[in-house]
């Protein structure tokens, strides 16, 4: 699984019924985000007790479906979102290592000025 770094990442906040197979989350994409499916964008699902995300992708030919279990904790989600959320690259990471990603901020890129 190779994602480029233009690729959108989403984030569906609702909590999803894990009962749901790649059909079902496929047409989650497309009724509740109206979004293309087999777009190559990234679409992150989570289930109601938040220890346990589905990522879901289309990479030309076919789709993933990535699965991450919490042994111990919970992911942390924004509560004052609605529907989905465009992430970053670095809030998918944060994210997926169990940190709030709202929170988290890279560094601000800054230009060497002292070479030893």
């Known amino acids: 699984m190779q994602l480029s770094f233009t690729t959108p990442i989403w984030l569906y ?6 009962r ?3 059909d079902g989350l496929i047409v989650l994409v497309a009724d509740a985000l109206s979004k ?3 777009s190559g964008e990234l679409f992150i699902f989570r289930n109601r007790g938040a220890n346990k995300v589905r990522l ?4 030309r030919n076919g789709f993933w479906l990535c699965y991450k279990r919490l042994e111990k904790g919970k992911f ?3 509560k004052e979102v609605v529907g989905v959320l465009e992430l970053s690259r670095d809030q998918m990471s944060w994210l997926l290592s169990g940190l ?5 901020k890279p ?3 800054v230009r060497a000025s002292h070479f030893f």
């Open 107 to 109: 560094l601000a890129e």
């Open 100 to 104: 709030n990603f709202l929170e988290n």
């Open 56 to 59: 879901l992708w289309y990479d």
């Open 76 to 78: 942390i989600f924004p």
């Open 13 to 18: 906040s609702e909590a999803v019924d894990f």
């Open 36 to 38: 293309d499916p087999c």
């Open 20 to 22: 749901r197979q790649l």
